[in-house]
């Protein structure tokens, strides 16, 4: 089972490497970064505007008292919001697939290259720890 301190350092792990690659993806194009916050962001704020301007609309239909250019305004208000996050999405997954194309063609594998401390053959380190 994990402990409490193993489960902080690997938080703190996943923070300090997000924070690396979003600074590798801002190096390489900030357009791209910039519009898939953007979009993200639009994309979390949809369900709450539809959900204010509905109750809007509703208490104003039961209040009886309504103007109908204040109905008008609400409902292409709600409309905006059942309508546009379907482009707004398309929007972000074009972000995040040339995010994703242009950091896999820039980023290069270094794990896979041979480090210098590897040059000892593996029955050598064997035999060092059986001793």
Known sequence: ????????????QTLVTSLRVLRFAW???????VGLALTSLLL????FAQSGISAIL??????????????SLLLFGYALTVFLPEAVSS??????????INLSRSFS???????????????????SRTS
């Open 1 to 12: 089972m994990a402990t409490k301190e193993s489960n902080y350092s690997s938080i703190g």
């Open 27 to 33: 190096k390489y194009d900030t357009v791209l970064v």
């Open 44 to 47: 979390a704020l949809f369900p």
């Open 58 to 71: 509703v208490n104003t239909l039961v209040a009886g008292g309504y103007v109908p250019a204040t109905i």
């Open 91 to 100: 929007l972000n997954s074009y972000f995040r697939r040339r995010n994703y």
């Open 109 to 127: 594998f270094s794990i896979l290259k041979p480090s210098p401390r590897s040059t000892f053959s593996s029955s050598r380190t064997l035999s």
